[in-house]
């Protein structure tokens, strides 16, 4: 199956500092791809797409100042946490949008990569 | 938007066969996704809808029914393995996932 890699898997920060992560498509070209947070115990919240070659799309109350989403290339695409907080510790994962995928019937669907989990002391 | 509902949590025993039912309202449908998620990892694909009907893969199948905002997923001869949260996604005509809070499905031996 199609492969998505985040970097780094795990990230403890101090409080005021900027985290950035990397989500590539190992073994497929991505059209689209997508940004979430989980917090503990909760399902996945949409924060943003990412268009190859545009500027990214946000969800109603994410803040796009700080969460920068820079425009994907069909292989990467990279989220920066900027002035981290501890409330914005969570759980991000990325997820690419495989149109030629291996999905149920040749329909394209959306892989996860092994997300990222970030604590912000 | 979209609502998505599905249990919270379901037990069963290694062996049986447990179905998660989900059911949505949405402003647009593209397509309903199965996802399976261990603790700690990120989801994991397991299934895709967009016609009415049973898809079956292995031990897992999923249906559909569009015009009751309805779908299943039954899990088979359960393995302790499959104890996991497994999360129903709906998505748009711009190709956004909606999900669910995902029900937690515990195995027992």
């Known amino acids: 199956g199609a492969v998505v890699s985040q970097h780094p898997s795990w990230v403890i920060c101090k409080s005021g500092t900027s985290v950035k992560i990397e989500c590539r498509s190992l073994?497929?070209?991505?059209?689209?791809m997508f940004w979430y947070r989980q917090f503990p115990k909760q399902s996945l919240m949409l924060m943003a797409t990412s268009n190859e070659g545009s500027k990214a799309t946000y969800e109603q109350g994410v803040e796009k100042d700080k969460f920068l989403i820079n425009p994907a290339s069909l292989t990467l695409s990279t989220l920066t946490v900027t002035s981290a907080h501890p409330e914005d510790s969570s759980f991000y994962i990325c997820?690419?949008?495989?149109?030629?995928?291996?999905?149920?019937?040749?329909?394209?669907?959306?892989?996860f990569g092994p997300g990222t989990r970030l604590l912000v002391l | 938007g979209q609502n998505i509902d599905q249990p919270t949590e379901m037990t069963a025993t290694e062996g049986a066969i447990v179905q998660i039912n989900c059911t949505y309202q949405t402003s647009g449908f593209n397509g309903l996704f199965w996802y399976q998620q261990h603790a700690g990892e990120a989801p994991t694909f397991l299934s895709y809808?967009?016609?009415?009907g049973l898809e079956e893969k292995g031990r897992f199948s999923s249906f559909l029914s569009r015009s009751k905002g309805y779908s299943y997923l039954l899990l088979k001869e359960l393995q302790m393995k499959d104890s996991a949260s497994y999360l129903c996604?709906?998505?748009?005509?711009?190709?956004?996932?909606?999900f669910g809070a995902g029900t937690t499905v515990t195995v027992r031996a």
């Open positions: 996604a709906v998505r748009d005509g711009d190709y956004k996932l909606s």
């Open positions: 997820s690419a949008r495989d149109y030629s995928g291996p999905g149920t019937g040749g329909q394209e669907t959306q892989y």
């Open positions: 073994d497929f070209q991505a059209t689209t």
């Open positions: 809808n967009v016609l009415d």
